[in-house]
């Protein structure tokens, strides 16, 4: 399977032989291989079932794809993302696992030079690289708001789209709009798959989105020329199957009643539930709570204090109030208080009441006798029977014994 669709283009290495050519060692490869396990644990098919072994084995086969990377309406976040991608490093792994032909960001050329790769890129890998596109496309007054060595924004999608072989559209912006579509959206700005719809599309919503997600998708379709299984929204559902309230490490305080009022509160400090801050976890579908940030342990919004935002979520990011409570169909609401503790009341019959009566009165009696027999304090009114020294009472109540003697005596 791997390296069988691709394989056949001409003057493309495979990973294997790059990996020769540079030096990219073994061990480097292999770490990727597992980190790319752990974004994609299944549902992925270059990784489903296998070893870091079989995966590498596998990817080492696979001809290197070649990437355009276009940017459009972004903050250049998903770009930032994947820069922090540490397993191999960065550079191997835009010039020894994968091939970025262009991408305006992190080339050194400007300008007519930047165009002139961009068009041999596009005529030279024509029907089979893959096109990331990042960031949101303006349409607004036939696109005017956003042009490039001359051309819209449009039409430079609908130049580069046309020939890829497939598109991935990374990052919120790119999918559906993003933070440029939010209300009152000026520039028109929309997705790519709302300008080609008809095109091979995969969409990686999130602000960012997991770059090992980028890369798992991006392997698999140079190893066998298949994407990835999608939903309905076009995301793949091996990294937005779940939802982060299921996953989310402070779910054990939603489940007790614990929220955060405000932001620096007590709850707050203590790591508390975001629920009542606005927190979109339960209606967002997404890995960031078991694929943190950056590859920091604990990096993630919700990890550091902030509530969700939905950001892979169409309908929530950029659309509702960031600080509006989720309102929740499908799971539980959370408790305003504590349940109860069920306690059981049963018949007590008068029987029982007296045979309890008698042995505190039985207990009692024995008390008082017990208090009076072996008393030692003098003087001491709360015991019966007691006497101070030298009062001249006989038949004293004290028992005798050398304890006693030599006892403290009270003052006359
Ligand atoms: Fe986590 Fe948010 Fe769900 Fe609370 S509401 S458990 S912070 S996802």
């Not at 091996?238 to 007790?256: Q, S």
Request: net charge negative; glycine share 12%.
């Amino acid at each position: 399977m791997f390296g069988s669709l691709v394989a056949s283009a001409k003057g493309l290495e495979s990973i294997d032989e790059r990996m020769l050519q540079c030096g990219l060692s073994r061990r480097a490869f292999l770490q990727f291989c597992a980190t790319l396990m752990i974004a994609a644990p299944y549902g992925l098919a270059i990784t489903d079932k296998k070893t870091p072994e079989d995966v590498a084995a596998g990817l080492g086969k696979v001809i290197r794809p070649p990437i355009l990377w276009l940017s459009f309406q972004d903050c250049t976040g998903c770009t930032e993302s994947l820069l922090q991608t540490s397993h191999p490093d960065f550079g191997d792994l835009i010039l020894n696992v994968i091939s970025l032909e262009y991408h305006e960001v992190l080339m050194a050329g400007a300008g007519m030079q930047a165009r002139q790769v961009l068009d041999e890129a596009v005529t030279k890998y024509a029907g089979k690289y893959v096109l990331v596109v990042e960031g949101s496309i303006p349409t607004g007054a036939r696109g005017i708001y956003m042009k490039t060595g001359g051309r819209t924004a449009m039409d430079v999608l609908a130049d580069v789209g046309g020939k890829a072989a497939a598109i991935i559209a990374i990052g919120s912006c790119a999918s559906w709009g993003g933070i440029p579509s939010a209300d009152p959206d000026p520039t028109g700005a929309v997705g790519v798959v709302d300008l080609m719809p008809e095109k091979s599309i995969v969409n990686l919503p999130g602000c960012p989105p997991n770059p090992y997600t980028l890369l798992g998708v991006l392997l698999q379709f140079a190893a066998d020329g298949t994407l990835p299984e999608s939903d309905a929204q076009r995301r793949p559902k091996f990294a937005y199957d779940r939802d982060i309230h299921e996953h989310c490490p402070r779910r054990a305080h939603f489940d007790a009643g614990n929220f955060v009022k405000q932001f620096g509160d007590e709850g707050h400090r203590e790591g508390w539930c975001l629920y009542e801050m606005g927190c979109k976890g339960p209606e967002t579908h997404a890995g960031c709570s078991t694929r943190h940030f950056n590859e920091i342990p604990d990096v993630w919004p919700i990890g550091i204090g902030a509530p969700c935002i939905g950001c892979t979520e169409k309908s929530v990011a950029f659309r509702k109030p960031m600080f509006e409570v989720v309102q929740l169909h499908t799971i539980a609401a959370p408790p305003t208080s504590f349940a109860p503790i069920p306690t059981t009341h049963g018949h007590i019959s008068p029987v029982a009441t007296a045979l309890v009566g008698l042995a505190v009165g039985a207990v009692a009696g024995g008390g008082y006798v017990a208090s009076r027999k072996y008393s030692m304090v003098l003087g001491d009114e709360s015991v019966p029977g007691a006497r101070p020294p030298g009062d001249g009472a006989s038949g004293s109540s004290r028992p005798s014994g050398p304890d006693n003697d030599a006892g403290p005596k009270a003052s006359a």
